[in-house]
Structures are given as structure tokens and as C-alpha cells.
């Protein structure tokens, strides 16, 4: 069984920069991709950036293509999220989940099976 842990979520001023970082563990080989996922008040969670496990493929939403990067450093088992260009509409719930059965873009929260709790990110005007 996989599972994974968010940290580095925080408070930031509009236009600062924030990584949050994601770490695997349990059975790794169970995850073939990896995303990143955001969660609005009152709204459905929704994929922000993902990874396959041989690093080739990573995919974004339009919203934060050219300002969030998604990574993994495989010998720590983690995966980041390099946040730059913040916004206060990237506030939200973020959360890191991993999943067996990936597909496509890997965007969809059906493509992942374990989730992490979440970390917040809010970004003041």
C-alpha cells in the first residue's frame, strides 16, 4: 500500500512563490503516476499538475501552466510542486495523491487511489 504525505503549504503575498513537497512511501511500486490536485470552498477538487513514474510525461491545467512545475526526486521518494506567480485565486486545499491505473493526462481524480490531507496555500492582494 502506498502512501503519501503533503508539506509546504503556507501563506504567501500575491506574485511570491512556494513549494510544496510530497513524500511517498509503503509499496512505491504501486504508484505509476503522481498529481496534484486543489480544492476551492464548496467546490470539487481539481487537478493541477501530474507526473508518471519515468518522469517523461507531466501534464497541467491551463490555470497555472508556465507558473506551477511539477518534479520528483525518485532517490527521496517525493514529488514537488514549485509554485511561482501566485495569485490569490490559487488559494485552495492542495493535496498529493498516487495513482496505479493512470490515464491520459492524469488530471482526474479518478486516475488515483491514495491521498495525502492536504496543505494550504493562501495568497493575500
Known amino acids: 500500500q502506498v502512501h503519501v504525505a503533503e508539506s509546504g503549504g503556507g501563506s504567501v503575498q500575491a506574485g511570491g512563490s512556494l513549494r510544496l513537497s510530497c513524500e511517498v512511501s509503503?509499496?512505491?511500486?504501486?504508484?505509476?503516476?503522481m498529481g496534484w490536485f486543489r480544492q476551492f470552498p464548496g467546490k470539487e477538487r481539481e487537478g493541477v499538475a501530474s507526473?508518471?513514474?519515468?518522469?517523461?510525461?507531466?501534464y497541467y491545467a491551463r490555470s497555472v501552466e508556465g507558473r506551477f512545475t511539477i518534479s520528483q526526486d525518485s532517490a527521496k521518494n517525493t514529488v514537488y510542486l514549485q509554485m511561482n506567480s501566485l495569485n490569490p485565486e490559487d488559494t485552495a486545499m492542495y493535496y498529493c495523491?498516487?495513482?496505479?491505473?493512470?490515464?491520459?493526462?492524469?488530471?482526474?481524480?479518478?486516475?488515483?487511489?491514495?491521498w495525502g490531507q492536504g496543505t494550504q496555500v493562501t495568497v493575500s492582494s
Open positions: 495523491a498516487s495513482g496505479y491505473r493512470c490515464v491520459g493526462d492524469a488530471l482526474s481524480t479518478t486516475d488515483y487511489n491514495t
Open positions: 509503503g509499496d512505491t511500486y504501486g504508484s505509476n503516476c
Open positions: 507526473i508518471y513514474r519515468d518522469m517523461i510525461y507531466t
